[in-house]
């Protein structure tokens, strides 16, 4: 229900101060991850390879959904540290500084898993002291951040955690009912991870703020600036007429121990927006996954009520509960084709040869020399697929330098061609490469409106099953018969929530990933 003005002014009218609790909680061993997981990430972030960067990135946003939620120290925060290790830290080769820090960080997170959660356990008594003097009340939190309040809420509650006790985003806090107790797991920032509406302090609409954080994680110093109010009410919200009664509590903080001696990071501080980045929409879908679109990009899409397959903008036409519409081809036959050059031929043949023979001993020299992809080993397949043809291919140079050197070592220049696999060879593999995309692309212009048309024509023809499909499933796949002239299938996923804030570069765009990877790009 929408909380109309008069309502809030008559909640405001009756409230003469704000109370805000602000927990700080510090646990050593904790501590020791996030110091170590920061020195990583700093020691790493100039590197001038992919893999390095890459650690560097997964380090700095490890910790932040612990800092977000009330979650229990267990095999999950162990689990996460090792996702680290996939790209390569324990190799060796990033030096004894940055491997001592990563063992530091997993052999902390082994002591963790026989503690309580303190942030946890003083999250619930609270929780519960106001849900059992019957007190109104309502969670902050990100839509991805359910997983670890619903519990909660359902063992407080008795099973019975709604949907409106929790509020996501600034549009549903402005149409929030006035509640005597509000609840934070996190800094309040302006912009970025932990991003909260500057109405928390500027108009609220609670009579009690309780929020928890961790050591380190600090407000925003400008966090619900009024500009309109005068200088001398810094300390009231509302100007002069809500006093702001602030209490502050440090729990488990003990001066004599080093740990609390070394400065903490605060994860949530923004490092930076990439060159180029442009805004974008977060279009969140279920298993933790999100895509990003451009604002008022087109986007296909299914609504289950009308069952009509549309192109609808982000958050305008396209809403919570549709389905987008993903398409995954594995071949287009428009009626033409591409035949391999002598370069494509030779490294395609070698590739194929060398993954069927070790599979993951190749993968893991091409993620160790900074071959990072998402679904690296269905991309390698995939570009052996078709060895007469020069398409498919890497599609950045670096990644094909990186791909060749290691035919290369593997004996590509000897055992597939006669010719010298010197830089001009690389060069001229690439030139083939961009000549045949060139074309693929020149002809794709021409060919757009047929491919879709023909997707048009095949979800016409699977409406029934499509329909049927989305009432049991929130993510769904439709295979698609090579007698359509398209091989591979149509994806379904169900949109959970759409909301703004995001600065990416373009190539970033209209890729399902985690959210965790997505935060990264948050404004």
């Known amino acids: 229900m929408k909380s109309t003005a008069s309502c809030?002014?008559?909640f405001l009218e009756k409230v003469e101060s704000l109370h805000w609790e602000r927990y700080v909680f510090w646990q050593n061993d904790f501590?020791?991850?996030?110091?170590?997981?920061f020195s990583i990430a700093n020691l790493l972030h100039d590197s001038n390879e992919n893999s390095g960067e890459a650690i560097s990135k997964m380090a700095r946003i490890c910790l932040r959904p612990w800092l977000s939620g009330p979650r229990s120290f267990d095999q999950s925060l162990t689990d996460e540290l090792d996702e680290i290790d996939k790209f390569g830290i324990t190799s060796n080769r990033w030096g004894s500084d940055v491997m001592s820090l990563y063992v530091s960080a997993t052999r902390s997170a082994e002591k963790l898993k026989s503690i309580e959660n303190p942030l946890q356990k003083s999250f619930i008594e609270e929780l519960s002291r106001i849900v059992h003097s019957g007190y109104s009340f309502s969670i902050y939190c990100r839509n991805n951040q359910l997983e670890w309040f619903k519990p909660i809420m359902q063992k407080i509650t008795g099973g019975n955690a709604v949907d409106h006790m929790f509020v996501h985003t600034v549009a549903q806090y402005r149409k929030m009912e006035p509640v005597e107790f509000l609840f934070r797991v996190g800094p309040l920032?302006?912009?970025g991870y932990s991003c909260t509406p500057d109405a928390f302090i500027s108009a609220p609409r609670f009579k009690n703020l309780i929020q928890f954080v961790w050591c380190g994680c600090n407000d925003d110093s400008d966090f619900g600036f009024d500009p309109s109010s005068p200088s001398s009410s810094e300390e009231n919200a509302l100007g002069h007429r809500i006093r702001k009664n602030f209490r502050l509590h440090k729990i488990g903080k003990n001066e004599n121990e080093e740990i609390n001696r070394i400065e903490i990071p605060d994860e949530f501080q923004k490092s930076g927006v990439e060159s180029g980045a442009m805004p974008a929409w977060l279009v969140t879908?279920?298993?933790n996954q999100g895509i990003l679109y451009r604002p008022r990009q087109q986007v296909l899409s299914f609504e289950i009520n009308t069952g009509r397959f549309e192109r609808r903008t982000p958050f305008e036409t396209l809403q919570p509960g549709m389905?987008?519409?993903?398409?995954?081809?594995?071949s287009v036959d428009l009626g033409g084709s591409m035949k391999a050059g002598d370069y494509a031929r030779a490294w395609k043949e070698k590739l194929k040869h060398e993954h069927k023979i070790d599979t993951d001993g190749f993968e893991k020299k091409l993620v160790d020399k900074g071959l990072i992809l998402r679904k690296?080993?269905?991309?390698?397949?995939r570009w052996y697929s078709c060895v007469e043809s020069i398409l498919p291919a890497p599609g950045e140079m670096?990644?094909?330098?990186?791909?060749i050197n290691t035919l290369h070592e593997c004996g590509l220049n000897s055992e597939v061609t006669n010719k010298s696999l010197s830089d001009e060879w690389k060069n001229l593999a690439w030139k083939e490469i961009k000549q045949a995309r060139g074309e693929a692309i020149s002809e794709g212009f021409q060919e757009v409106e047929m491919i879709e048309e023909q997707i048009q024509i095949i979800l016409s023809q699977q409406h029934e099953k499509i329909i049927e499909d989305a009432k049991k499933e929130n993510i769904f796949r439709l295979q698609i018969s090579e007698n359509n002239g398209l091989c591979g299938e149509i994806k379904f996923y169900q949109i959970l929530s759409i909301e703004d804030g995001y600065l990416i570069p373009d190539e970033k765009l209209n890729a399902i990933q985690e959210l965790n990877t997505i935060e990264t790009w948050r404004d």
């Open 285 to 287: 879908l279920p298993s």
């Open 31 to 37: 501590n020791s991850i996030r110091t170590a997981l």
């Open 398 to 403: 670096k990644h094909f330098d990186i791909l």
């Open 376 to 381: 690296l080993p269905d991309s390698i397949k």
């Open 323 to 330: 389905f987008i519409i993903q398409t995954d081809f594995e």
């Open 189 to 191: 920032k302006t912009s």
């Open 8 to 10: 809030v002014f008559r």
